[in-house]
């Protein structure tokens, strides 16, 4: 599997839960295409519920609208799989929450539902801190089948909580 996420680290989730916790953060995930991986991967390490709030898996549209407070109008003009939406779904994540800090994802990860400008491998992210006013946006498109898709996605995530928390 190529990655080409920066900054990967194999201990990666625990760097993220530690920054969490000396900062008193709470983390919360949004996830469609990596179906949870984020948070199973913040969630393994022990004493992971100092920092991880929880998470919510919106494969469906309608989750992304009912839990994540995603607009029809965002999802009609720009698609699930857009900068709109992962901003909306990260700060919905934290107006449903306790959580101080979350991070949302959305993409394509193949085979199939690709089109001409959004082509398997692309993902949104999104990370939301509690008291800003707009999410940090991102755009990637990985290489790879499905799972080095998901994979990479998750390590990104990851690797954006990271950033987040050492600006803190």
Known sequence: MTNNTPNHTPDLPRTVLELATKAGVKLMTAESCTGGMVAAALT????SSSAMWGG???YANDI???ILGVTAEDLHTHGAVSPQV???MAEGAIKNSTAT???SISGIAGPGGATSSKPVGHVEFATFL????TAQTDT????G?????RLQATMHALVLLKNRLEAL
């Open 44 to 47: 393994t390490p022990a004493g």
């Open 56 to 58: 919510v898996v919106a």
């Open 64 to 66: 992304k609208q009912q």
């Open 86 to 88: 992962a901003a909306a």
């Open 101 to 103: 800090l979350a991070v």
């Open 130 to 133: 509690k008291g800003d006013k």
């Open 140 to 143: 990637k498109v990985f290489k």
């Open 145 to 149: 089948n499905r799972t080095e898709v």
